[in-house]
C-alpha cells in the first residue's frame, strides 16, 4: 500500500507521537482474544480491559472486513468474512453486536441486511452441525431516558478525550443528543462488546464509506484514546488493505498518518 507521508515512515510518526510500545508487553485486552463462553464466570470477565499490546488478535483482525463489508453492502464478501470470523473465535455474539453498531454508521438497511445475512448462515452452519460460541448477554441492564443520555455523554467525553460541542451542535441540538443516546448511550453502555473492538468495527466501517475520510481520522484518534496502541492501528491498516481493498486501506493509512502527526506536533 502507497505510504501517504513520505517525509516521514509510520514508524516515525509513532516515535515522535509517543505511541511506540516495548516489544513483549502483554496481550490485548481479551474480550477479542478467545471466543466468548457461555460459563457465567466467563461472561463476568467479558469486557474488561487488559495491558496495552502491539498486535491484534485473530478475533480482532476478523471484526474489521466484517463491518468493512457490511457498511459497503457487498453481500457475498461479508458472507465470505462472517464464516470467517466464527472460525476465528468470535461468538455470535461478539459479531451480532458489530452489525447492530453499523446502523450508526451506515444505516439501518445495510444493518438489517447484513444482520439478516449473518442469521441465514448461522441456520446453515447448524444444518452442518456446527456449534458456534452464543457468547454474552450485557451484563447490566441498560438505562433509559434521560440517564441514558448522561451515561453517553460521559462515554463520548472519554472516547473524545473531551466534551463534544461545537457550532455544528448549537445548529442541530438533535443530532448531539442522537450521539449520545444512541451511540454513545445504547450501543457504547451494551459491554458484552468492548470499546477496543466496537473502535475497530469502526475504522472498519467507516473506510468503507467514501466522504468519512474526517470521521475515520476522528476515530483513529477515539481508538488510541479507547486504549489501542498505534502499532494495532497500523496493523488494522493493513489488514484492511490485504483483505477488504486498497481503498479501504489508503483512507484508513491517511488517517492514521494524520492522527499520529497531529498529535506527535502537539507534543513539539
Known amino acids: 500500500m502507497r505510504n501517504t507521508t513520505p517525509a516521514k515512515t509510520m514508524q516515525q510518526l509513532m516515535c515522535a507521537a509517543g505511541l511506540v510500545l516495548m516489544a513483549g508487553e502483554s496481550s490485548a485486552q481479551n474480550t477479542a482474544t478467545s471466543p466468548a463462553a457461555t460459563s457465567a464466570q466467563a461472561c463476568a470477565a467479558h469486557g474488561k480491559s487488559q495491558a496495552p499490546s502491539q498486535v491484534l488478535?485473530?478475533?480482532?483482525?476478523?471484526?474489521?472486513?466484517?463491518?468493512?463489508?457490511?457498511?459497503?453492502?457487498?453481500?457475498?464478501?461479508?458472507?465470505?468474512?462472517?464464516?470467517?470470523?466464527?472460525?476465528?473465535?468470535l461468538s455470535i455474539s461478539d459479531i451480532r453486536e458489530v452489525l447492530v453498531q453499523l446502523y450508526a454508521y451506515a444505516g439501518f438497511p445495510r444493518s438489517l441486511n447484513a444482520l439478516n445475512a449473518f442469521m441465514q448462515l448461522l441456520q446453515q452452519r447448524e444444518k452442518l452441525g456446527i456449534v458456534d460460541a452464543p457468547g454474552c448477554p450485557p451484563s447490566r441492564a441498560i438505562v433509559q431516558g434521560d440517564a441514558?443520555?448522561?451515561?453517553?455523554?460521559?462515554?463520548?467525553?472519554?472516547?473524545?478525550?473531551?466534551?463534544?460541542?461545537?457550532?455544528?451542535?448549537?445548529?442541530?441540538?438533535?443530532?448531539?443528543?442522537?450521539?449520545?443516546?444512541?451511540?454513545?448511550?445504547a450501543i457504547f453502555e451494551r459491554d458484552n462488546l468492548d470499546w477496543h473492538s466496537r473502535e475497530l468495527a469502526?475504522?472498519?466501517?467507516?473506510?468503507?464509506?467514501?466522504?468519512?475520510?474526517?470521521?475515520?481520522?476522528?476515530?483513529?484518534?477515539?481508538?488510541?484514546?479507547?486504549?489501542?496502541?498505534?502499532?494495532?492501528?497500523?496493523?488494522?491498516?493493513?489488514?484492511l488493505d490485504s483483505r477488504v481493498g486498497s481503498a479501504n486501506g489508503q483512507r484508513a493509512n491517511t488517517a492514521l498518518a494524520n492522527t499520529l502527526a497531529a498529535l506527535a506536533s502537539q507534543k513539539r
Open 148 to 185: 441514558l443520555r448522561a451515561a453517553g455523554r460521559a462515554n463520548q467525553t472519554q472516547l473524545a478525550g473531551a466534551p463534544v460541542q461545537g457550532p455544528l451542535f448549537d445548529f442541530a441540538p438533535a443530532i448531539s443528543e442522537y450521539l449520545q443516546s444512541h451511540l454513545f448511550g
Open 202 to 239: 469502526t475504522v472498519g466501517m467507516l473506510s468503507a464509506l467514501p466522504g468519512a475520510e474526517s470521521q475515520l481520522q476522528s476515530h483513529m484518534r477515539i481508538s488510541l484514546n479507547a486504549g489501542l496502541s498505534a502499532a494495532q492501528l497500523q496493523q488494522a491498516v493493513q489488514v
Open 57 to 89: 488478535s485473530a478475533q480482532q483482525q476478523a471484526i474489521l472486513p466484517i463491518a468493512a463489508f457490511a457498511a459497503a453492502g457487498d453481500m457475498e464478501r461479508l458472507t465470505s468474512s462472517l464464516q470467517a470470523g466464527l472460525e476465528a473465535g
